[in-house]
């Protein structure tokens, strides 16, 4: 399956401590994505990569937040002192640049997050 | 700040019934929207709609868009149980790369 990957799939933490997700992309988009979506509501736009520079940030992501890309490829976002209201789908998805449907966005499988 | 919103945001049927999904949207500098169906995992790619009137179609469903109205309808004709699921409508704006989702719709199909 060459779709969009991420992992883990589930993840468990109690509040306060640290959270990373990985988010591996189809290999020839380099728009890279990251959504957050909880219960009962579509996906909330975080932050947006193409190659490796993160062009846009929405003011959701906190301080506490962060992503990367350091390579174009792969990307990694990080909770830090995760907090009860962290608990949420985390979704990435990823694109290549042009008009029409290559601006379609794929979505990955999504990491469940839960901060007891 | 650009808007999407659905209705109904939930809606149960029985199998083989028609239903409509509706999507209006409020966006500055519009350039696409987007339907996506999302079961227990990631939203899968339905239609993209660009331009007004022009009706897209993939088998059972089908999806148009009115930009002067700014709106769009989803239809699924004969439903089947397997079309069960959250369907999410999304926008785009030129010059910005991300998309803006409604709430989404929660269809349920009884057998």
């Known amino acids: 399956d060459t779709g969009v990957s991420q992992d883990p799939r589930h993840k468990i933490t109690k509040r306060g401590q640290n959270v990373t997700f990985r988010c591996d992309p189809i290999s020839e988009h380099n728009r890279l994505y990251w959504y957050r979506q909880t219960l009962g509501q579509g996906p909330e736009f975080l932050t947006y990569?193409?190659?490796?520079?993160?062009?846009?940030k929405s003011r959701l992501l906190s301080d506490r937040f962060s992503a990367e890309r350091p390579k174009g490829s792969f990307s990694t976002l990080e909770i830090q002192r995760t907090e009860q209201g962290d608990s949420a789908m985390y979704l990435c998805a990823s694109n290549e640049p042009g008009q029409g449907l290559k601006e379609t966005q794929y979505f990955g499988p999504g990491t469940r997050l839960l901060v007891l | 700040e650009d808007k999407v919103v659905q209705s109904p945001l939930s809606l149960v049927v029985h199998e083989g019934d028609t239903v409509t999904l509706n999507c209006s949207y409020e966006v500055t500098n519009f350039r696409s929207l987007l339907w996506y169906k999302q079961e227990k995992k990631a939203p899968t790619f339905l239609f993209m709609l660009t331009s007004s009137g022009i009706e897209k179609k993939s088998g059972r469903l089908s999806s148009i868009l009115d930009k002067k109205e700014l709106f769009s309808i989803l239809n699924i004709t004969a439903t089947q149980t397997g079309d069960s699921a959250v369907y999410l409508c999304a926008v785009g704006a030129q010059g910005a790369q991300k998309l803006v989702f409604g709430q989404g719709t929660r269809l349920t199909i009884n057998p």
């Open positions: 990569f193409q190659n490796e520079a993160q062009l846009e």
